[in-house]
């Protein structure tokens, strides 16, 4: 499993009066494997994600399933509201010369 593989996105609670805050969603098959940290700002944790992919997620804070305010959220077709996060491309790796071959001159 590479870790080059994936895009590591932090996924942020930005309220701090909560007690246990999870986040899920289509990056974990909505396990809820993931319990965010608690920072002086709310709670916060790294996930990797796969690239070039629309992740959709929730937060359980608490026991209560919920989206984060501020965060791009949309509908899926059942009608439940997410948050959405758009994982960036892959970067292409850089290409290194092969051996043996003569750099033209300019």
């Known amino acids: 499993n590479n870790m ?3 895009h590591e996105a932090t996924f942020r609670w930005p309220h701090s009066d909560a007690s246990d805050v999870i986040c899920t969603g289509t990056f974990d098959q909505w396990s809820c494997s993931t319990h965010l940290n608690k920072t002086p ?4 944790a790294k996930v990797h ?3 070039s992919q629309k992740i959709m997620y929730k937060f359980v804070v608490d026991g209560r399933w919920t989206t984060a ?8 077709s059942a009608g439940n509201l997410n948050n959405v996060y758009q994982s960036p491309p892959k970067p292409e790796p ?3 010369p092969s051996p043996g071959t ?3 001159e300019l």
């Open 94 to 96: 850089p290409v290194m």
């Open 102 to 104: 003569v750099e033209p």
């Open 49 to 51: 994600v796969p690239w």
């Open 41 to 44: 700002s709310g709670f916060e």
């Open 69 to 76: 305010d501020g965060q791009p959220s949309e509908y899926d």
């Open 4 to 6: 080059a593989d994936f």
